[in-house]
């Protein structure tokens, strides 16, 4: 990955509707090697996809929480089974594992208190190998969807 390559990703990171020949002339390449380029990063991996990314509150996701667990036991088919079943829990937009403890956390969207206690007492308590989950309200959010620091 050269220079060019970090424009064209800086550059999409920043607005990744631009259309191709937006990018081109930002990044000063002729639009068919800039889209060569693209292709590249594409088909490498380093590109994974391309979304929208909405408002929380605008869809009706008012109330966040990060829940932080930690877990009984962390044989391999315990964590393989927990890490599946969040991954299918829809109103979970981040999870992460962590060294040390706790084991991981993770970001919890709801509409408010009592769907959030919902999806607690239904999806979150019921996952397997849980020793204990803490929870702590989202006051506000200072830093979200960064983007990458390729430049400088």
């Given amino acids: 990955m050269d220079a060019t390559d970090r424009k064209i990703l800086a550059e999409l990171q920043r607005d990744g509707r631009q259309t191709l020949t937006e990018l081109a002339e930002r990044v ?4 068919s090697p800039c889209h060569r380029r693209l292709r590249e990063l594409e088909r490498d991996g380093v590109i994974t996809g391309y979304r929208a ?12 929480t990060l829940v932080f667990v930690t877990m009984r ?20 937009l981040d999870a992460d594992r962590l060294f040390g403890e706790p084991d991981y956390l993770l970001r919890v969207v709801a509409r408010d208190l009592d769907h959030f206690q919902q ?3 239904e999806k979150l308590s019921a996952l397997h190998g849980v020793q204990r989950l803490i929870t702590t309200l989202v006051m506000r959010t200072i830093v979200d969807e960064r983007a990458l620091p390729l430049e400088g």
């Fill in 53 to 64: 990314t909405l408002n929380p509150s605008a869809v009706g996701f008012s109330f966040q």
């Fill in 119 to 121: 999806i607690y007492d």
């Fill in 28 to 31: 000063q390449l002729t639009v």
């Fill in 73 to 92: 036991e962390s044989t391999r088919d315990v964590i393989a089974a927990f890490e599946a079943a969040v991954a299918e829990i829809p109103y979970i």
